[in-house]
């Protein structure tokens, strides 16, 4: 299975800062990498696909780069409403297929 | 609006049985595959299953296989899981959750969840 490292695993910012999340792959998987942003006591909401591509509707704060094994969020002029867990997922081979859509451990964003 | 709604969890027995349910509407059910995803409180995110758009084609995560069984009825614009010898360890708030593919590419992303149905498994 390909396995995806996050980091830092949590982090404290202020209102205003800018965040980055890095997430690595355990082998390429081109760009089919996305990333997902949960508050607590909801369900998670997909912020980024392909890696770098906004979903419709997330502000233009969030942003993501990265391709191979290699990938960051980026989330400028943080706002109350981003403090939140970031998860990466990478979907290389979809299933019903033999490698599994997984996710990364997650990553908190707290206030400072 | 997309809505999928799980329903069927609850207490359990460790090693007895649990079928959950996921009503889906606001979309066309049976273009998309559609999967399940659980989380324990707390914990990160755990795929658990998917399955195509007509059902003849599915997968599980290896904690699972064998044992959860998916399936879905686009008749009834339903998705389900059957599980089956629970154990301690399956304990986790299950999602159902609809997968699409970008028009540009084909990029495989998961965009809607359901809020989740708890399972506790416990004597």
């Known amino acids: 299975d390909i396995q995806l490292t996050q980091s830092p695993s949590s982090l404290s910012a202020s209102i205003g800062d800018r965040v980055t999340i890095t997430c690595r792959a355990s082998?390429?998987?081109?760009?089919?990498l996305n990333w997902y942003q949960q508050k607590p006591g909801k369900a998670p909401n997909i912020l980024i696909y392909?890696?770098?591509s906004l979903q419709s509707g997330v502000p233009s704060r969030f942003s993501a780069t990265g391709s191979g094994t290699d990938f960051s969020l980026t989330i400028s002029n943080l706002r109350p409403e981003d403090f939140a867990t970031y998860y990466c997922q990478q979907t290389f081979e979809t299933p019903p297929t033999t490698t599994f859509p997984t996710f990364g451990q997650g990553t908190k964003v707290e206030v400072k | 609006e997309v809505q999928l709604v799980e329903s069927g969890g609850g207490l359990v027995q460790p090693g007895r049985s649990l079928r959950l349910s996921c009503a889906a509407s606001?979309?066309?059910?049976?273009?998309?595959?559609m999967h399940w995803i659980r989380q324990v409180p707390g914990k990160g995110l755990e795929w658990v299953s998917g399955v195509n758009w007509n059902g003849d084609s599915v997968a599980y995560a290896d904690s699972v296989k064998g044992r959860f069984t998916i399936s879905r009825d686009n008749a009834k614009n339903s998705l389900f899981l059957q599980m089956n010898s629970l154990r301690v360890e399956d304990m986790a708030l299950y999602y159902c959750v609809k997968a699409t593919r970008s028009a540009v590419a084909g990029y495989y992303y998961f965009d809607y969840w359901g809020q989740g149905i708890l399972v506790t498994v416990s004597s």
């Open positions: 082998q390429r998987i081109s760009n089919h």
């Open positions: 392909a890696a770098s």
């Open positions: 606001g979309f066309t059910f049976e273009n998309y595959a």
